[in-house]
């Protein structure tokens, strides 16, 4: 049984049908205007009450006229004069007061008040309806009135590891020759300097990305449904935080890649190293160290265990000890700092699922920009996009099944059609039977005549 579409119309409804149409269907009922524009002034009427000293005798001129007549009022001419002036103004004011308001009250009644057949958001999703199109009075929507973007760190980025008074504390006490270059404590304030950097760093771009994100435009011509909507923009937030990753890692390797080109010489000679020759007036030359089988930073800048730079030995370390306090509290014993058993540092919290596990490295975190995937927290809003798009129109299809009545009817239709084919079809079919069987008869019978031969008057033999 195929669906049909049904619509009923109702010509030149009066108020009282309109209200019972209402509220059978409510939303679903439509009626168009014949006339779209209405002046203002044929439904909204203004009463005007003015002071009562604009409509008395007091500012009318045969009142203030009588200062100029009979002088007698005042033996002063000047009020005389003053008191014509007073009434005059008054009228002018009175004058002034209507002309403005008959003036704005034209300007008011000639505006013509505009409807349109707006869709509600009910209709538009309403799955009854199918290939529904409401073009956008609005096609370009700021980002960030349709998606609210939040997004947290991971933990270390809030942790005491990275804080003011951990920095401050010394691992050393600057006699760094006397010390192993394996020695976590030669290079710790860089770690810990350098981790700190990274996570105000991905914030700050992370917030100003997402700043301009807002400011970008959603261009859409078509009112789309909230499912759809949805999906789009998912999409286009995945795109935006891959566009941020593959921007920041390609800036920060190239970065890495001008220290390691240029030579740059670090700081805690853990790359190349002078070499000064027996005269002060010979040139010093560099010599690059080497950190463990066949790795030379002369070459490469990403030694095994340790990095050439301490940059390098941050990013292919693991954040597994700070998940443990005992091993924090052995970290901490190891510093050279008199006030340090006045603060207490806390390990990382390791039942805080956010999808970066301890042995992770920092290379993995920063591949990640320090915010795992499910941190990412995205609030979409439809409502924003449907009011701001704005449909004033649509058109749309609704499907509805047939009812019993109508299949009947349908059914007893084709059973009388066929009737009366058949009324016209047998009886000419049964004349073209006939006429063919009578045909058939006559030709045998003529075969059988021609088949007899007369042998005498009395007797006749048939022929086999």
């Given at each position: 049984?195929?669906?049909?579409?049904?619509?009923?119309?109702?010509?030149?409804?009066?108020?009282?049908?309109?209200?019972?149409?209402?509220?059978?269907?409510?939303?679903?009922?439509?009626?168009?205007?014949?006339?779209?524009?209405?002046?203002?002034?044929?439904?909204?009427?203004?009463?005007?009450v003015y002071h009562p000293i604009c409509t008395s005798e007091l500012i009318s001129p045969n009142f203030y006229e009588i200062f100029t007549r009979f002088s007698w009022i005042s033996s002063s001419l000047e009020l005389n004069a003053v008191c014509t002036w007073y009434f005059q103004l008054l009228n002018t004011f009175c004058s002034l007061t209507n002309s403005t308001v008959i003036n704005a009250q034209?300007?008011?009644?000639?505006?013509?008040?505009?409807?349109?057949?707006?869709?509600?958001?009910?209709?538009?999703?309403?799955?009854?309806?199918?290939?529904?199109?409401?073009?956008?009075?609005?096609?370009?929507?700021?980002?960030?009135?349709?998606?609210?973007?939040?997004?947290?760190?991971?933990?270390?980025?809030?942790?005491?590891?990275?804080?003011?008074?951990?920095?401050?504390?010394?691992?050393?006490?600057?006699?760094?020759?006397?010390?192993?270059?394996?020695?976590?404590?030669?290079?710790?304030?860089?770690?810990?300097?350098?981790?700190?950097?990274?996570?105000?760093?991905?914030?700050?771009?992370?917030?100003?990305?997402?700043k301009n994100f807002g400011q970008n435009e959603f261009i859409s011509t078509q009112l789309m449904s909230s499912k759809t909507f949805e999906t789009q923009l998912q999409t286009i937030l995945n795109n935006f935080r891959t566009s941020i990753s593959t921007t920041l890692l390609r800036t920060l390797q190239l970065f890495r890649d001008t220290i390691q080109g240029n030579q740059l010489i670090s700081i805690?000679?853990?790359?190349?190293?002078?070499?000064?020759?027996?005269?002060?007036?010979?040139?010093?030359?560099?010599?690059?160290?080497?950190?463990?089988?066949?790795?030379?930073?002369?070459?490469?800048?990403?030694?095994?265990?340790?990095?050439?730079?301490?940059?390098?030995?941050?990013?292919?370390?693991?954040?597994?000890?700070?998940?443990?306090?005992?091993?924090?509290?052995?970290?901490?014993?190891?510093?050279?700092?008199?006030?340090?058993?006045?603060?207490?540092?806390?390990?990382?919290?390791?039942?805080?699922?956010?999808?970066?596990?301890?042995?992770?490295?920092?290379?993995?975190?920063?591949?990640?920009?320090?915010?795992?995937?499910?941190?990412?927290?995205?609030?979409?809003?439809?409502?924003?996009?449907?009011?701001?798009?704005?449909?004033?129109?649509?058109?749309?299809?609704?499907?509805?099944?047939?009812?019993?009545?109508?299949?009947?009817?349908?059914?007893?239709?084709?059973?009388?059609?066929?009737?009366?084919?058949?009324?016209?079809?047998?009886?000419?079919?049964?004349?073209?039977?006939?006429?063919?069987?009578?045909?058939?008869?006559?030709?045998?019978?003529?075969?059988?005549?021609?088949?007899?031969?007369?042998?005498?008057?009395?007797?006749?033999?048939?022929?086999?």
């Open positions: 049984i195929q669906k049909q579409t049904q619509t009923k119309t109702i010509l030149n409804p009066n108020l009282k049908t309109f209200e019972q149409l209402e509220q059978i269907y409510g939303e679903l009922l439509e009626c168009p205007c014949s006339n779209i524009a209405i002046a203002h002034q044929y439904f909204i009427y203004f009463e005007k034209r300007v008011f009644d000639a505006t013509e008040w505009i409807t349109t057949i707006t869709p509600s958001h009910r209709i538009f999703n309403n799955r009854a309806y199918t290939r529904i199109q409401c073009p956008c009075l609005r096609i370009s929507i700021p980002y960030q009135t349709l998606i609210t973007i939040k997004f947290d760190l991971h933990q270390i980025c809030q942790s005491d590891f990275v804080s003011l008074s951990w920095l401050d504390l010394k691992f050393s006490d600057g006699n760094w020759s006397i010390y192993d270059q394996r020695d976590f404590r030669i290079r710790s304030f860089a770690y810990f300097k350098q981790l700190a950097s990274l996570c105000t760093l991905f914030n700050h771009i992370l917030i100003n990305e997402l805690y000679t853990t790359n190349w190293i002078y070499t000064p020759r027996s005269s002060i007036w010979d040139a010093f030359n560099t010599k690059p160290l080497s950190h463990g089988f066949n790795c030379s930073c002369a070459i490469s800048n990403e030694c095994l265990v340790l990095g050439c730079l301490p940059i390098e030995s941050l990013f292919r370390s693991t954040l597994e000890c700070f998940y443990n306090q005992t091993c924090v509290d052995i970290l901490v014993s190891y510093l050279n700092n008199t006030s340090i058993n006045k603060t207490i540092f806390n390990a990382l919290d390791s039942t805080t699922y956010s999808g970066f596990f301890p042995n992770m490295t920092i290379n993995e975190l920063v591949n990640n920009l320090f915010v795992e995937t499910e941190s990412w927290k995205a609030n979409i809003s439809y409502t924003s996009f449907y009011s701001q798009c704005e449909p004033t129109f649509c058109t749309y299809t609704i499907i509805k099944r047939n009812n019993a009545l109508f299949i009947c009817t349908n059914i007893l239709g084709l059973y009388g059609g066929l009737m009366k084919t058949f009324r016209h079809i047998i009886p000419a079919m049964m004349a073209i039977y006939t006429f063919i069987l009578r045909k058939m008869c006559c030709i045998r019978n003529n075969s059988i005549t021609s088949q007899i031969v007369v042998i005498d008057s009395t007797t006749t033999v048939e022929m086999k």
